[in-house]
């Protein structure tokens, strides 16, 4: 992330400066650290600030994965921190590393250090390691995450991959149709401002925009870069995020499987929470931020009648956060106290069933797709020679 300080310099004089940072105490550190005294301090948000925020996060799977291979090859946790600290290019994930480093040679816990940071670790990452610090089992803890975020990952790229293809049909069939509307409708109104008034009432109104369009070229433009421009800061808003999300819900197919695809990644993480040792409903506490609003409100229904002692297959069953192969599984736990790696199968099983399912819908999709794009840019291509064929038929 990108912060702009008004700083006091050494030499007394107000300054503004930008730092590239984590998040506000690391831009504050650095500006301390080059002799500045902080006035105020405000996060950038441009363009740039936007397409870079990814690349900005602390990658925490890595550090994981080599924290673990460094942990297995017997060094301790402030020797293998100090390790990562040293190899680490990216002066913004060094200070990250040295404060992390800094606070457990003060003889506090890694999970106090990491707290540090809500901006780099998750409250789910530190629960873990704060469990894992109780039963002194460190490395399993991190590996259990690493297995856990391998997962996810894999289910999220294949759901990126599945939309790519149709999106780049929608981009396509945009510039076809903007290219057709832009560039060679106006042409065409040239051709038939004689015989404006014999042509069919569509043709009129498509000729018509292509004379504008002639006459006004470059306010034209402007408008639709403005209203691209428009939509896309309003898709970006919460308010229309939540409600298309809405909407998205309340359709029976859709929603359905949105559902089932929330619960699957709830199940998991619930697992991994009670593999490190962490209780039932401190587990449910943690991984309600992964559900809807809606299944959340359950959730905490559930989560209250599990902790008076109800059975935890009755409780989610009764707040409808199952389906029934998930029952038959959290009965099957409870039965044999395994109940983390039950809630691991039962997201294994919605995972390959989510996975089957954009497989079946991206075929169905697609065609349906090319489809609509093809009837739209036919029925412009069709209205700009339909005088020409009205022209054929009266010379016969």
Do not use: C
Request: aromatic share 8%; glycine share 6%; no cysteine.
């Amino acid at each position: 992330m990108r912060f702009e300080l008004r700083a006091i310099t050494q030499e007394g004089r107000v300054e503004s400066v930008d730092f590239h940072a984590l998040d506000e105490a690391s831009a504050r550190e650095q500006a301390a650290s080059r002799g500045l005294t902080v006035l105020t301090i405000r996060r950038r948000s441009d363009l740039r600030s936007f397409w870079l925020e990814r690349s900005d996060r602390f990658p925490v799977l890595l550090f994981s994965q080599e924290l673990l291979v460094l942990l297995d090859a017997g060094l301790s946790l402030v020797e293998a921190i100090e390790t990562l600290t040293q190899k680490e290019r990216e002066p913004d994930f060094r200070t990250v590393l040295e404060r992390i480093l800094s606070t457990l040679r003060q003889g506090r816990s890694l999970s106090t250090a990491l707290e540090q940071f809500p901006n780099a670790f998750s409250p789910l990452y530190i629960a873990t390691i704060r469990a894992s610090e109780k039963t002194s089992d460190l490395a399993p803890a991190l590996l259990r995450y690493v297995a856990y975020q391998n997962q996810v990952e894999a289910i999220r790229k294949r759901l990126v991959n599945a939309s790519i293809y149709p999106a780049l049909l929608m981009a396509v069939g945009a510039l076809v149709g903007m290219f057709l509307l832009l560039y060679v409708v106006p042409r065409f109104s040239r051709i038939y401002e004689d015989r404006s008034a014999d042509l069919p009432l569509f043709s009129k109104l498509l000729l018509y925009w292509g004379r504008t369009v002639e006459g006004h070229a470059m306010p034209v433009i402007g408008v639709v870069a403005l209203l691209l421009a428009a939509l896309w800061y309003v898709a970006r808003l919460p308010a229309m995020r939540a409600a298309m999300e809405k909407t998205l819900w309340e359709l029976p197919a859709i929603g359905e499987r949105m559902k089932t695809y929330q619960l699957a990644r709830f199940y998991r993480t619930i697992g991994m929470l009670l593999k490190g040792g962490m209780p039932l409903v401190a587990a449910l506490d943690m991984g309600a931020e992964l559900l809807h609003p809606v299944l959340r409100a359950r959730l905490s229904a559930a989560s209250r009648a599990i902790s008076e002692g109800r059975l935890v297959s009755e409780s989610m069953e009764r707040n409808r956060l199952t389906t029934p192969v998930a029952l038959r599984m959290l009965t099957v736990g409870e039965h044999s106290g395994n109940m983390g790696e039950m809630m691991d199968r039962i997201a294994l099983f919605h995972d390959e069933e989510i996975s089957r399912w954009v497989d079946w819908f991206t075929r169905l999709f697609e065609p349906i797709l090319m489809a609509v794009i093809g009837v739209v840019i036919g029925t412009i291509v069709i209205l700009m020679y339909m005088p020409i064929f009205e022209l054929a038929g009266n010379l016969q």
